[in-house]
């Protein structure tokens, strides 16, 4: 394919609408989320960032699966009606930890998985809280971290996702964060952009911001040359946080 086909700039467009638009439901048992599944063996866990980055191209991967949009012949993908659900609110994200076993399971469940450097995230199909997968639901959400790792510089041609160190964000919410701006960034670029991202995998390069990398971010941010996510504040931080800055490459 040399360019972004209608059934693509379609799912696209899904994105670039924006989010929020739908109240909370009134029972918390029926609220939206995405479940990401972070692969961290006891043995041998990932380095942080790698998890990170493939959490953050699973998230936005899922967004333009075929699934979630209209096929050739016009009829909704098996994703599409929990996927615009979750959309048309907010994007929330759930990270829980598996290995062994509980990751092999993982992969049964509706999503997507992403490799990177050998650590892998799987974003699942968002649906309510309550009604989660048995499978999913005996994960843990906390009680795992890993220590935060020197990557090195950003990779070339890739965007960068910034990450607010002074937060001290556990993987867990930082994974969710990540995944939040990687939607964000492609929401907001053109729909060729976002097609030229896709056909990396939507590879990106996630990194601690020191306080020099971070005024360096909101400079770009103050420019219009980079998007924010600010956190609702229900974990971990204050509301209104700025938690990731997403920097286009």
């Known amino acids: 394919m040399s360019g972004p086909d209608a059934l693509w700039r379609a799912r696209h467009a899904v994105l670039a609408a924006g989010y929020g638009g739908r109240p909370d439901p009134t029972d918390p048992a029926r609220v939206l989320a995405m479940p990401i599944v972070l692969h961290i063996p006891k043995a041998d866990p990932p380095p942080r960032s790698s998890l990170l980055e493939a959490a953050a191209s699973a998230a936005v991967a899922l967004c333009f699966d075929d699934r979630v949009g209209i096929s050739e012949d016009g009829e909704p993908g098996p994703w599409q009606e929990d996927f615009t659900a979750w959309v048309s609110g ?37 649906g309510p809280v309550g009604d989660l997968d048995p499978r999913i639901k005996k994960m843990q959400i906390g009680g795992t971290d890993l220590d935060h790792d020197k990557p090195g510089a950003p990779e070339s041609g890739l965007p960068v996702l910034w990450i607010a160190s002074a937060l001290e964000m556990t993987v867990g919410k930082a994974a969710a964060q990540v995944g939040h701006a990687s ?63 997403a920097v286009p490459s």
Do not use: H
């Open 90 to 126: 907010r994007i929330r994200k759930v990270s829980r930890r598996a290995r062994g076993a509980q990751w092999l399971a993982a992969q049964e469940v509706a999503g997507i998985t992403v490799d990177v450097n050998g650590a892998q995230a799987r974003a699942l199909v968002p």
């Open 183 to 245: 939607m964000l960034l492609a929401a907001a670029m053109t729909d060729e952009d976002a097609w030229r991202w896709s056909q990396t995998g939507f590879r990106c390069s996630v990194r601690d911001a020191d306080a020099t990398q971070w005024a360096q971010a909101v400079a770009r941010l103050e420019k219009s040359q980079a998007i924010a996510v600010r956190d609702a504040g229900y974990t971990e931080v204050a509301p209104g946080s700025m938690t990731v800055i």
